[in-house]
């Protein structure tokens, strides 16, 4: 037997090569090739997602750029979904309502889906079909210019916070 653990990534040659952001990234300039070889309608690709960073973050307080086009933008690092649909944005917590597993976005059906149960949701967060119980969780957001800020120590769950769950988002 080799002496290297081979659940051991450090010993993997490209283990340090990318970084998780260059990968994401990578694997979204990749997919967006591959749509374009294919000639895919506008339509197949309407809500792209991408990995984002925040502008500034002060406190409870993350600052992003207005989206300029509908889509779903990540941010790993603070655990927030930011989506912009039909001229209105959304900030969501990334994990699942049901057992806190990362939500993942499935652009063909146009819906968010948890990998764990199966759970189905809009892209306003609107709950569908699933094990689930309830829409996703919505952090409060505010315009400022040209961007919005998200308190994420603001976060409302439509069951429980169902007022301030449907006032969190702000309209373009």
């Known amino acids: 037997m080799n002496s290297i653990d081979e659940h051991d990534c450090g010993a993997c040659p490209i283990a340090h090569a990318t970084t ?7 694997a979204a300039i990749g997919v967006a090739g591959v749509l374009a070889t294919l ?9 792209p997602v991408s990995v984002i960073d925040a ?12 989206p300029p086009a509908d889509g779903v933008q990540i941010d790993k690092d603070n655990e927030v ?5 039909q001229n209105t944005i959304y900030a969501f917590n990334l994990s699942c309502p049901h ?3 990362a939500l993942r976005w499935n652009a063909a059906a146009k819906e968010f889906q948890c990998p764990k149960h199966k759970s189905k949701y809009t892209p306003s967060g609107s709950f569908i079909s699933g094990r689930a119980t309830r829409g996703m969780d919505r952090f409060a957001i505010t315009r400022a210019g040209a961007n919005v800020i998200v308190d994420v120590d603001k976060m409302y769950q ?4 169902d007022t301030q769950w449907k006032a969190a988002f702000v309209r373009v």
């Open 55 to 66: 502008i500034a973050r002060r406190s409870n307080a993350i600052n992003y750029a207005i």
């Open 158 to 161: 439509e069951d429980e916070n």
């Open 81 to 85: 979904i930011l989506v912009r649909w």
């Open 20 to 26: 998780r952001r260059d990968f994401m990234r990578d």
């Open 99 to 101: 057992q806190n597993t």
């Open 39 to 47: 000639g895919l309608s506008r339509s197949a690709a309407a809500l």
